[in-house]
């Protein structure tokens, strides 16, 4: 039985615009094909002179590279010697869709090209079990760490790792003074409903999501939406009330329009919600987005797979982990709060509103 | 300006029967409600007999827990001391969709009850850099390491790997006799079109993919398919080439259905090709499932949030980590190749064939 397996599959090609992964061109190949050894290669391209290379073979390895497009990775590049420190990564839960995946990642890249391995751990929300992982890692020579939060939240730190380097991430302590790490929430609200004034859209949109949200994400979202709005002379023209999920937030929009109302846009507070909307908005015959633009906020894989493309407003999750790790290995470390930019993802789901349009094509005639 | 934040508001209600996460109770509220100490709630839920502690007290505790439906944390239970031993989790790419996120968390959390702290590693499929990360471990004692691809395929063990423990995690080595764990794909094709002949469904079943599959989990999902219809004296009915995307997919299904074709049942090799063909069956009119079965391999967040919900047979990637763990901490690691099989999720998107049902209605009138 053949029993071999790939799921690159996933990632292999992709006409959708995003994470395209191609084969990475490797020193080998660039050795291979410049006829020379993998070490001499490496030599070449790491710019080392403690090694006798001709200059026929040196310039071999360097069209060979030109030709095969071989860039060097930053990690080879930079782990010349053993990674010689260590820090420990501690989160609540290391796993809620993509979130925990990039996150840890732009946190351990960060800490290899600073010459760091990185421990992991999940405390599962026990402090027992933090105090042990803690203990444990600084048994093993850690010298900082970096506290994330799947979800964003408030943390109380322990006395034992208030004691050592450590970078708040995607969570925020009672105690003042530690360095912290967050996404710009609110900015990520006005960025939002920047991009539907831009279009034309003023009083008909309308926001789906908690009503009163006690979620402080959602609230920062909103805050920054109905401030926006605010200076605009104008404000929010109603909100669906809806859970965080597809199938809650399609019974709200779905009753919504049913009941006659025309919103000319909505701001999902994530993606999962302008999903649920997207399945209402098909039933009620409105096509997205000519009689309705929509525009959320997470920028998941989701977003790119709906049709017409969701513009959603983007948590950068790696950049969050990034700066983590950039600011604990910092000699003096910013106490004060960091807070990342959201990019604006702008796609196919925003437009102008179908009123100005009719009005448009009226005068055309 | 507040600077609360709180995205636990994707977790946090679901009623869409996924991934429910409530607030946990932890040792500290039983102590509280029990009006005694955290320690004394300590010794008495972990049966520890090294402190005096009342029998009132203990009554106390052991009602509080009963109250509040405290689950003792299976981590805080097994780290009694600090964890003793360190294993290495080597990853070509730490983070594609939740893939990486469950696999890491299966190992992790298997490596800690098995008191053993975790090393990550990212490799970016360098072996330079996985030589440095490698040797930066061993300098750091650790004792065994898990080699993990994010998409299943064929890797080339490096000698110094080769030298110590190691468990390759949905990847597998030219090399016999490495300890090996990965999906059972061929199963998982049986699956799947085994929940369809339960259904009515024989000789409309039609495959979206790739036609001719060299990414192998595809053609093991495939192979098992065939199988399993050869048995039944068919065959598939067809075949529609698309790549891995929803766009694709949507595209490849719309023509294949404008074209006049009646398939009873879509087999669609990975959700994303499911999502596709959803929309595809949209746009002509049909309903999934009394005109069109549909039914997938991954079992990601997505296939719940389709309507009707994907039936998808899902890849355990929790599982996939944990068994690889418990393989590195055996005495003797068996060496075969472990399967992990594929569990069957059903959901709404399969039903009987359209026109068996078309004949029963004829039948009842």
């Known amino acids: ?28 190949d660039v050795a291979k094909r410049a006829g020379v050894s993998r070490t001499t290669a490496s030599f070449v391209m790491t710019g080392r002179r403690d090694m006798r290379i001709s200059t026929d073979a040196e310039e071999r390895v360097r069209r060979a590279a030109r030709e095969l497009n071989y860039r060097p990775s930053l990690l080879a590049r930079s782990l010349r010697t053993n990674l010689s420190q260590t820090i420990g990564l501690l989160s ?11 996150m840890i990642r732009g946190s351990l890249s960060t800490a290899l090209l600073r010459d760091h391995l990185m421990f992991i751990g999940e405390t599962e929300g026990d402090p027992e079990v933090e105090k042990r992982l803690i203990q444990s890692m600084l048994d093993r020579g850690v010298g900082g760490f970096v506290y994330a939060s799947m979800y ?29 790490v967050i996404p710009d929430e609110r900015e990520a609200g006005r960025t939002a409903v920047r991009a539907l004034l831009r279009q034309g859209h003023r009083d008909g949109i ?15 979202r909103l805050a920054g939406v109905e401030e926006v709005l605010a200076q605009q002379g104008t404000e929010l023209a109603d909100s669906i009330d809806t859970l965080w999920w597809p199938d809650s937030s399609y019974r709200a929009v779905r009753s919504y329009l049913d009941a006659g109302n025309q919103p000319s846009a909505l701001i999902c507070l994530n993606d999962r919600i302008a999903m649920g909307a997207y399945q209402a908005a098909q039933e009620a015959g409105l096509v997205i987005p000519d009689d309705l633009s929509v525009i959320s906020f997470d920028d998941s ?26 600011i604990l290995l910092m000699d003096n470390r910013p106490t004060d709060i960091q807070r990342v930019p959201m990019p604006l993802r702008e796609r196919g789901s925003i437009g102008p ?13």
């Open 206 to 220: 309308v926001l789906v999501g908690e009503k009163a949200p006690h979620v402080i994400a959602a609230a920062e």
């Open 301 to 326: 894989d989701m977003a790119s797979w709906l049709q017409p493309q969701l513009s959603s407003v983007a948590i950068p999750h790696f950049e969050l982990g990034r700066r983590a790790v950039e």
């Open 92 to 102: 609540d839960v290391i796993a809620t869709e993509v979130f925990a995946g990039e």
């Open 152 to 180: 964003t939240r408030r943390v109380a730190l322990s006395k034992t790792l208030r004691a050592h380097p450590v970078v708040l991430l995607n969570c925020m302590a009672r105690l003042r003074g530690i360095p912290t």
């Open 353 to 365: 509103p179908a009123v100005r349009k009719r009005t448009r094509r009226a005068r055309a005639r």
């Open 1 to 28: 039985m053949t029993s071999d397996h790939d799921q690159c599959a996933n990632r292999r090609t992709d006409d959708g615009g995003r994470r395209v992964t191609s084969p990475r061109v490797t020193l080998m």
